[in-house]
Nanobody
Framework: QVQLVESGGGLVQAGGSLRLSCAYS????????MGWFRRAPGKEREFVAG????????YYADSVKDRFTISRDNAKNAVYLQMNSLKPEDTAIYYC?????????????????WGQGTQVTVSS
């Protein structure tokens, strides 16, 4: 059974940094494209960052471009999200997930399963 466990969230002041981790188990990790999503209070889950199955291509939401960096370590079955220059509007629960469709997508419905997420709170 596929499982994902996110960690690394916390409370940080605006302008600060956090590094999120996602531990993946249950299947051959390297065969999946992965993504990070977030859900802010009262809002829908939205795409943040992702990379292709091979890891050769990364893509980001405009709101986090040039501030966030996604990476993976296949040997450790882990995905990371380095978040710099954090803003209060980045406050959300952050989730990682594997893409379940073969084509490029940023839709939450094309990803899964979902872990419990990790809370990121940015104070002003």
């Amino acid at each position: 059974q596929v499982q994902l466990v996110e960690s690394g969230g916390g409370l940080v002041q605006a302008g600060g940094s956090l590094r999120l981790s996602c531990a993946y188990s249950g299947r051959t990790f390297s065969s999946y494209a992965m993504g990070w999503f977030r859900r802010a209070p009262g809002k829908e889950r939205e795409f943040v960052a992702g990379f292709s199955r091979t890891g050769a291509t990364t893509y980001y939401a405009d709101s986090v471009k040039d501030r966030f960096t996604i990476s993976r370590d296949n040997a450790k079955n882990a995905v990371y999200l380095q978040m710099n220059s954090l803003k209060p509007e980045d406050t959300a629960i952050y989730y990682c997930a594997a893409r379940t469709v073969p084509h490029y997508s940023v839709l939450p419905t094309d990803f899964g399963p979902w872990g419990q997420g990790t809370q990121v709170t940015v104070s002003s």
